[in-house]
């Protein structure tokens, strides 16, 4: 979803743009794709079963594509990256200076391939030993990939070298970034939160489930979510815990947080789905329920949500996808808007001034 469309793949070889304030079909191309679409600037990135596709958004004519080999085992990333500086290696200092738009596509057998957003050709491309079935986290500078023999790794985006690899344990889950830390789940009830820089783990959580994902805010915050039906809020730089939630159903999905923290335009919120298809979202401050949605009762969400960060008073702030091939569009019943504070008046009101009426009662 952008400012404008909500792109959609439909089964079996379609992927359709409908607008998002009315749900009007806007267009359609013959593409088959598995994979969630994403949106660089003007452009729509797409992953067919062997090739990747960069699309017009607005008009769904094609600006490129190029064929690869093999097969996709996480859904393709777009990153936004500037690197300067000195890589050493080997005895050997190189200067490194880049920048630019890349989509990272994860392969089988522990495959990745950068490619340039602007015309698809292949900037680089590494062999990590291991598959993957995530998506990488990004800070900008490093793209950082969970593989399935429980090991962290973090390749430059300018070159795709190795920065650093971290052995975990149990089976990883989603990766995500905030800030200076990489945090990962595992299948073994733990949350690691791991230094960006050299991968060294700054500190881990035991939780009562498997924690299947994590988010961060811009306050310090993290948030993650584990089977036990728990939602808990900790400190990002060394794990203490600020609260902890029970949330109504088992959480399927990473959560997400929105929200800028300075209280112009919304308070922070940690949104969460489960795998009844409700979302809840929380308060990032104290974990206080604030809002719920259901879709109907005949039909399951297919995939995540699609929130906008910056909500809009009457607008589409969030779209679904039902199972059932429907789309929902709904838009904002509350914002968290702090009240504003009350001022005296400052200046004189115009007009003349009134003395006050003395009331004198009546003789008895």
């Given amino acids: 979803m952008d400012a404008e469309r909500v792109y959609i793949p439909i089964q079996p070889e379609e992927l359709v743009a409908l607008s998002r304030a009315s749900g009007a079909k806007l267009w359609t191309r013959a593409i088959e794709s598995m994979w969630p679409p994403i949106v ?31 097969q996709m085992t996480a859904p393709l990333t777009g990153v936004r990256f500037q690197v300067s500086g000195v890589r050493r290696g080997s005895g050997v200092r190189d200067q490194v200076s880049a920048a630019g738009d890349l989509l990272i596509g994860t392969f089988e057998k522990g495959l990745a391939i950068a490619f340039a957003a602007d015309d698809g050709r292949m900037l680089w491309m590494r062999t990590l030993g291991a598959p993957s079935r995530f998506a990488p986290a990004s ?19 300018a070159d795709g070298h190795v920065e650093w690899e971290q052995k975990l344990e149990g089976m990883l889950n989603q990766p995500s970034f905030a800030h200076d830390r990489v945090f990962v789940g595992s299948d073994k009830n733990f949350l690691y939160a791991l230094d960006n820089d050299n991968g060294r783990i ?163």
């Fill in 40 to 70: 660089i600037g003007d452009s729509l990135y797409i992953a067919a079963s062997d090739e990747i596709h960069a699309l017009d958004a607005a008009t769904g004519a094609e600006r490129w594509r190029v064929p690869f080999d093999g």
């Fill in 202 to 364: 700054a500190w881990k959580w035991k939780s009562g489930g498997d924690v299947i994902g994590t988010s961060g805010d811009v306050k310090g915050g993290a948030y993650y979510a584990s089977l036990d039906n728990v939602l808990r809020a900790v400190n990002r730089g060394n794990g203490n815990q600020r609260w902890i939630k029970e949330i109504p159903t088992r959480p399927v999905l990473p959560p997400q947080t929105f929200g800028f923290g300075d209280g112009k335009v919304w308070e922070e919120i940690v949104v969460v789905t489960g795998v009844t298809s409700e979302i809840d979202a929380f308060a990032a401050k104290n974990g206080t329920p604030v809002g719920m949605y259901l879709p109907p009762p005949d039909a399951s969400l297919q995939g995540a949500p699609l929130i906008d960060p910056v909500l809009q008073p009457y607008q589409v702030a969030m779209v679904v996808i039902t199972r059932d091939g429907r789309a929902i569009g709904l838009k904002p019943s509350a914002m968290l808007l702090p009240e504003p504070p009350i001022v005296a008046f400052a200046i004189d009101m115009p007009g003349r001034k009134l003395e006050r009426e003395r009331i004198t009662p009546p003789p008895r």
């Fill in 139 to 157: 800070d900008g500078m490093r793209a950082i990939f969970a593989l399935d023999d429980s090991r962290a790794v973090a390749l430059s985006l």
